[in-house]
């Protein structure tokens, strides 16, 4: 089963709105990771925060860590048609093998100009 | 600029050939991966390597065999391709140890007829 659920699995907003999207995972972690996937593209890493985080930001990033809740979102701000893409959230377990991360689904977002 | 480069974007084959993915890395980075991607599923882990000439299953192995002779490359292999397999296949590769980002290639669409 997936580690990590982003939620929602599709997003459509308007250029200069707030995209924002979760993700739930169902083990403890080492860190969670935040990447971006253009259409047929291979996946980019934008963001890792690690498990004694609560909240991190990068230029238009902001990513917060609830482990108490097993949650993550990710909050893209004054969105460009450019963020148009595919987004996951990976987590790197404790506890488990060293050495992969698992991946959601992820969310399809959608900036329209 | 670290670069993971996967040797073909798109191969059509026929059921019942042997297939090879390459994957060459020019960061020196120990971990390198292979995942498949499909609509609706996400990415799931096929194999990884944690080092030269070691490998482990990841979560869907079945149908698939993976060769790591040098550092830099990592080879993915169907031995029989079905069309089951048809998917699109991410190669990434990360450094020593857990808590890094991975960088992935561009990705290899196989079709098999």
């Known amino acids: 089963s997936q580690q990590g659920e982003e939620d929602p699995q599709a997003l459509s907003i308007q250029e200069g709105e707030n995209a924002t999207m979760n993700c739930s995972y169902k083990?403890?972690?080492?860190?969670l990771q935040w990447y971006r996937q253009n259409s047929g593209r291979g996946l980019v890493h934008l963001i890792l925060i690690r498990s004694n985080e609560r909240e991190k930001h990068s230029g238009r990033l902001r990513v917060t860590l609830d482990t108490s809740k097993k949650s993550s979102s990710l909050l893209i701000t004054a969105s460009r048609a450019a963020d148009t893409a595919s987004y996951f959230c990976a987590t790197d377990a404790r506890g488990g093998s060293n050495y992969k991360l698992t991946f959601g689904k992820g969310t399809l977002l959608t900036v329209n100009p | 600029d670290v670069k993971v480069t996967q040797s073909s974007r798109y191969l059509v084959k026929r059921t019942g050939e042997k297939v090879f993915l390459e994957c060459v890395q020019d960061?020196?980075?120990?971990?390198m991966f292979w995942y498949r991607q499909d609509p609706g599923l996400g990415l799931r882990l096929i194999y990884f390597?944690?080092?030269?000439?070691?490998?482990e299953k990841g979560d869907i192995p079945e149908g698939y065999s993976v060769s790591r002779e040098k550092k830099e490359r990592f080879s993915l292999i169907l031995e029989s391709a079905s069309t089951n397999q048809t998917s699109m296949y991410l190669c990434a590769s990360r450094d020593r140890g857990n808590t890094g980002e991975l960088f992935f290639g561009e990705g290899s669409r196989l079709t098999v007829l």
């Open positions: 960061m020196d980075h120990e971990n």
């Open positions: 390597s944690y080092d030269v000439k070691m490998k």
């Open positions: 083990t403890s972690i080492n860190n």
